[in-house]
């Protein structure tokens, strides 16, 4: 979306270290929520996104889908009055008799606040396509930063100044998966290079899921891997749970409450800010959403309006599904998250969509650094607040202002809240 964000990314990746590793970042646009209030535009961006059957977009990408909608907007739909309806659509027994496209549009025009999170959906799958059919090595949200040294490292010695941390945990990600690959003749079609999580799911995805299940290297002194994606089914066996019921509306809310949760629960990791897709993934994907609207729209019994579903929830639950030829969600196994993150979420960057939760996700990214980047720490040591921590990434003035101010005062302020104080100092 341009604006102050993107030439953050750029100062980024035009850091010299950064540089020395990465070429220059290409920008997808996103997709503002305005956009998505009218027919045309809606469909006009799930169809850049391809989430609309070919022969449907076809017609509405034509010239006479632009005539009738300027003629009259109600009538835009009547150019699919010959085009079949796609085979195998799932939902309701009326739902499947309905292009995709006009189910789309009825279910999609009353969601109100969740405009801003079908736009970052849409953004990502388009997203998506550019990376596959472009070839490049991962996708990044405009809101991440990236560790360029590393404590452990002590001084940089000369031929170690264009040393990169963020670099070296890509490379170590990836050839993990490789080395998986040659073992076991599988393929990795989702890889996370960043992810976060409740402070409570993160001390059970990097306490307990991750040593367990984490792929050994061949040199097994090499400590960067991956563990396969963990799912709520891995959470309620460690509680010792044996309910395995599908997750239901209350659960959904509660999920999503991240604030209020104080033991693991609801969806293991989350966020979708650093990730690289598999063609076959993304196809697998792409496939699954055209044949349900109901994998972006659901409403509960009690609900009033379609609510939007996260593109991070949606991304590896459909490529999960896609990949599992077991009831045991062993598709996961296809979902690697890199042990040791190669972007974090900046601090306090005011979310576009869950700005209420900004210093929550400070706080899990602390102890998601503090595990990943001290090696040998133990995991009952709970500091906060550790600067040690953040000063290894690459942050903006204003940013690293936030932290100071967390380290004298514990408490982190908004980007408005600084600018406030700054002016009151002067």
Known sequence: MGSKRQEHIEALFSHPAMKAHFEPPAFS??????????????????????????????????????????????????????????????????????????????????????????????????????????????????????????????NLSEQDEMYCECAERIRNARDASLEWEEATGKKCHLRYHGWLGSRPNLEFVMNTHCPKMKFTRKDENETQSFFPFPIPTDIEQFLGESDNKEMDEEAEREDDNKTKMTKPGGTPIWGAFAYWVSKEGYEALIESLQKDVGALLWKGKRMRCYQVKPIDKIIPRRIMAALSETENHDGRDHIHVATHPSFFRAPMLTSQIHSQWDAEFCRSTEFQMKRCNQEGISKDDDREGEELEWQHLWLTKEETQIVEHRQVHTVWLTLKELAELSEGKE
């Not at 503002?32 to 799930?46: C, D, F, K, S, V």
């Not at 279910?107 to 396509?129: D, E, F, P, W, Y």
Request: charged content about 30%; glycine content about 10%.
């Open 29 to 154: 646009p996103g997709v503002p929520q305005r956009e998505l209030r009218n027919r045309m535009g809606l469909l006009t961006h799930a169809g850049e996104a391809g989430i609309i059957p070919e022969a449907e977009w076809k017609a509405l990408s034509s010239p006479e889908a632009k005539r009738l909608n300027d003629d009259d907007p109600l009538t835009l739909l009547h150019v699919l009055d010959d085009v079949p309806v796609k085979p195998g659509r799932m939902g309701g027994d009326f739902d499947v008799k309905m292009h995709y496209a006009k189910e789309l549009w009825q279910k999609g025009k009353g969601i109100n606040r969740g405009r801003s999170v079908l736009g970052c959906a849409l953004a990502h799958l388009k997203a998506m396509r550019m990376l596959v059919e472009e070839g490049y090595d991962f996708i990044l949200e405009d809101n991440v930063r990236a560790p360029i040294t590393n404590a452990n490292r002590g």
